[in-house]
Nanobody, 125 residues
Framework: QVQLVESGGGLVQAGGSLTLSCAAS???????MGWFRQAPGKEREFVVG????????YYADSVKGRFTVSRDNAKSMMYLQMNSLKPEDTAVYYCAADYWGRGERYDSQESYDTWGQGTQVTVSS
């Protein structure tokens, strides 16, 4: 199947930038992927989804215009460039894969069958 490993989290001041990476292992990288996040005391929420080729993306309104998702299929990597970070962006960020191709909506957790362990992003005010 596939394993996902996130990296790149850390502490950043408000207004700063951070880039997260998600490395996928396995024989194929031909599946849609997404980023989700979970803040303390809150439910996990959708951030962005991207299709196999990277030609189609869908962002949550809260990050639109500030975050950019991309993927490098040759390296089996997905990235999340986060700019103009706000304290409310503080959360554990998870990458997810629709490995079996059964997902119907980017923004639904049920569309993803494989998850990484998460990486902490903390934005100080």
């Amino acid at each position: 199947q596939v394993q996902l490993v996130e990296s790149g989290g850390g502490l950043v001041q408000a207004g700063g930038s951070l880039t997260l990476s998600c490395a996928a292992s396995g024989r194929t990288f031909r599946y849609s992927m997404g980023w989700f996040r979970q803040a303390p005391g809150k439910e996990r929420e959708f951030v962005v989804g991207i299709n196999i080729r990277g030609s189609d993306t869908y962002y949550a309104d809260s990050v639109k215009g500030r975050f950019t998702v991309s993927r490098d299929n040759a390296k089996s990597m997905m990235y999340l460039q986060m700019n103009s970070l706000k304290p409310e962006d503080t959360a554990v960020y998870y990458c997810a894969a629709d490995y079996w191709g059964r997902g119907e909506r980017y923004d639904s957790q049920e569309s993803y069958d494989t998850w990484g362990q998460g990486t902490q992003v903390t934005v100080s005010s």
